[in-house]
């Protein structure tokens, strides 16, 4: 079953802070995080692979908590290249790590 | 390092046409994916592959059929194209980090058209 992703879009002015949450039915056995940019491929940024881990690097970072089946993506002091739409993603069967299956993606436009 | 490599980057098809994409990696990477990705939506899983010989559907797997007769290339079939196959197609591989995590590097993309 697919992730869940909220919001669908989000507008934020440079500067600006945003978190886009990523929650799931089922267990969230990892969870991948990838952005994608209008007309390109997606590219990715992190994963997370146990509960209550959090990663980040430059100003954007991600925590996961395994038990309420959710993770978060935070974008601190958004810039223009934040722009694009980002992606989580996470194994559909605790047995099939390699079988990634991704929500429908969270539209982040970052304006001047 | 060319990366994943997909052909061609676009392509129109008539409804009941035949056509295979192509997908190579030269990264050695064991695992590989097919997605489509509809206009505004997200990623759907089509078809992956484990290896060398093995592959599994996804969560859109009708319609299509792939092959892996090498760990370099993925070839995505479509046997008769019909409109709701019109896409933008990724093909992804991926390495493992251990612990099962696996990190997928995706192609450029081949936007398809039916009409």
């Known amino acids: 079953q697919q992730p869940v992703q909220s919001p669908q879009a989000v507008i934020l002015r440079e500067g600006e802070d945003a978190v886009i949450?990523?929650?799931s039915s089922k267990a969230l056995y990892s969870v991948h995080w990838y952005r994608q940019k209008h007309g390109e491929a997606p590219v990715f940024l992190m994963i997370l692979l146990k509960g209550g881990e959090q990663k980040g690097h430059d100003k954007i970072s991600a925590s996961f908590n395994?038990?309420?089946?959710?993770?978060?993506l935070y974008l601190t002091a958004s810039q223009l290249s934040y722009s694009g739409t980002y992606f989580c993603g996470t194994p559909s069967e605790k047995t099939s790590y390699d079988k990634v299956i991704f929500g429908p993606g969270t539209s982040l436009s970052v304006i001047p | 390092n060319a990366g994943v490599t997909q052909t061609p980057k676009f392509r129109i098809l008539k409804i009941g046409q035949s056509m295979t994409l192509q997908c190579t990696q030269?990264?050695?990477?064991?695992?590989?994916?097919w997605y489509r990705q509809d206009p505004g939506m997200g990623l759907k899983l089509i078809y992956y592959s484990v290896g060398a010989g093995i592959?599994?559907?996804?969560?859109?797997?009708?319609?299509?059929?792939?092959?892996r007769s090498?760990?370099?290339?993925?070839?995505?079939?479509?046997?008769?194209?019909a409109p709701s196959q019109t896409s933008v197609y990724f093909c992804a591989s991926s390495y493992s980090l251990g612990s099962g995590a696996n990190v997928l590097t995706f192609g450029a993309g081949s936007r398809l058209t039916v009409l």
Do not use: I, W
């Open chain 2, 26 to 33: 030269d990264m050695n990477h064991n695992y590989m994916y």
């Open chain 2, 70 to 81: 090498t760990t370099e290339d993925f070839p995505l079939r479509l046997e008769l194209a």
């Open chain 1, 66 to 72: 395994e038990k309420k089946q959710q993770s978060s």
């Open chain 2, 55 to 67: 592959t599994d559907k996804g969560e859109v797997p009708n319609g299509y059929n792939v092959s």
């Open chain 1, 21 to 23: 949450n990523c929650s």
